[in-house]
């Protein structure tokens, strides 16, 4: 019992709101936005710090929404689009990767519920060397810019239906 105690204390040390760690991995400033009206997609972001040796994110998962995805946006005729993350994302050798608005982040589509400010909403992260590394985002307000002042983009105006995710729509900025 005394040993079952133990592994629960140290598991429970390993999360702190926004924070987790396994291996050499670090995970911090890990949020989302809370979804506004009816909604059904999030994106999820975080820094991944790495205090080892190189590794690769190669899928993400979560019960939270239908389908979880790597994403990240690039530039295509002049429109801004957002597409699956083939192949993994590196994490390099004592280095570090920033899931932030308008580069990589978690994609969340399919919400089986609204994100209500103030949960905390659980992805697990696949890493090829560290396996898996469970992380606990913080759900901040519908207008929130991240835990840093980071600029937000809005992801409930963009398509992400399988026609390689649409135009997005500016406006609401």
Known sequence: MKKLLAVVATLASLF??????????????????????????????????????????????????EKTELHTHIMANNVMKMRQV????????????????????????????????GEMINVTLEFEKAGDVPVM??????????????????HGNMNHGDEGHGKMDHSAH
């Not at 994490?91 to 400010?117: A, D």
């Open 16 to 65: 702190v709101a926004g924070h987790a760690f396994a291996a050499d991995i670090e995970i911090k400033d890990a949020w989302t936005k809370a979804s506004l009206g009816q909604v059904r997609n999030g994106a999820g972001f975080l820094t991944v710090i790495n205090h080892g040796g190189e590794d690769r994110i190669v899928n993400v998962r979560s019960d939270v929404a």
């Open 86 to 117: 083939e192949g993994g994302i590196d994490v390099p050798m004592h280095g570090e990767v920033q899931f932030k608005p308008g580069s990589y982040h978690v994609m969340l589509m399919g919400l089986k519920k609204p994100l209500e400010e």
């Open 137 to 154: 985002i913080n759900v901040m307000g519908p207008l929130a810019n991240g835990p840093a002042g980071m600029d937000a983009m809005d």
